[in-house]
T-cell receptor, first 112, second 121 residues
Framework: DGGITQSPKYLFRKEGQNVTLSCEQN?????MYWYRQDPGQGLRLIYY???????QKGDIAEGYSVSREKKESFPLTVTSAQKNPTAFYLC???????????FGPGTRLLVL | AQTVTQSQPEMSVQEAETVTLSCTYD???????LFWYKQPPSRQMILVIR??????QNATENRFSVNFQKAAKSFSLKISDSQLGDAAMYFC??????????????????FGKGTKLSVKP
């Protein structure tokens, strides 16, 4: 089955720690995206990537980093510089030039 | 910058009845796409329906249909014959068509804050 997987489902971060959220897709999509969702809010774009080895900042990139070494993978690192990381993180992908984005199941990040 | 507004934080509908969720948006562009996404308790975002701005015909997907009023910048979602499984958060989203082929953030999704739909048995 084609789709987008995210792991882990729940992630706990200690103060000062960097953590990495995984996003993998086997849809052969060119573009991948990371969104953050806070309670009572819509999704806000953190980073996006149109092609391998290229990525761009979204609206709330501070405190986050990404890489795109493979077409299928777009991991997100939440660094210690992100002071309020508790949120639900959603990864999405699309065919570049096509308008519809498809989402993974999400990762819930909590701070200990 | 484009904005999307969902003015109904919560809505409720009786099973088998019809409900309409509202969405308005602000843009100076003429070519764009609009979406409704559903987020059930599992929290995965599921595409419900999409509309191309250049098409006058309202999109329909089974029990889901939209009322797209381009001049009024309105994009409401109608759910007919509501089912218990329709209970979820519903998000309206906008995407510019101009940035999609040339890169840049113009082609990214802009979301409203969502409407929580409850379905009463």
């Amino acid at each position: 089955d084609g789709g987008i997987t995210q792991s882990p489902k729940y992630l706990f971060r200690k103060e000062g720690q960097n953590v990495t959220l995984s996003c993998e897709q086997n849809l052969n999509h060119d573009a991948m995206y990371w969104y953050r969702q806070d309670p009572g809010q819509g999704l806000r774009l953190i980073y996006y990537s149109q092609i391998v080895n290229d990525f761009q900042k979204g609206d709330i990139a501070e405190g986050y980093s990404v890489s795109r070494e493979k077409k299928e993978s777009f991991p997100l690192t939440v660094t210690s510089a992100q002071k309020n990381p508790t949120a639900f993180y959603l990864c999405a992908s699309s065919i570049w030039g096509k308008e519809t984005q498809y989402f993974g199941p999400g990762t819930r990040l909590l701070v200990l | 910058a484009q904005t999307v507004t969902q003015s109904q934080p919560e809505m409720s509908v009786q099973e088998a009845e019809t409900v309409t969720l509202s969405c308005t948006y602000d843009t100076s562009e003429s070519d764009y796409y609009l979406f409704w996404y559903k987020q059930p308790p599992s929290r995965q975002m599921i595409l419900v329906i999409r509309q191309e701005a250049y098409k006058q015909q309202n999109a329909t997907e089974n029990r889901f249909s939209v009322n797209f009023q381009k001049a009024a910048k309105s994009f409401s979602l109608k759910i007919s014959d509501s089912q218990l499984g329709d209970a979820a958060m519903y998000f309206c989203a906008y995407r510019s068509a101009s940035g999609m082929n040339y890169g840049g953030s113009q082609g990214n999704l802009i979301f409203g804050k969502g409407t929580k739909l409850s379905v009463k048995p």
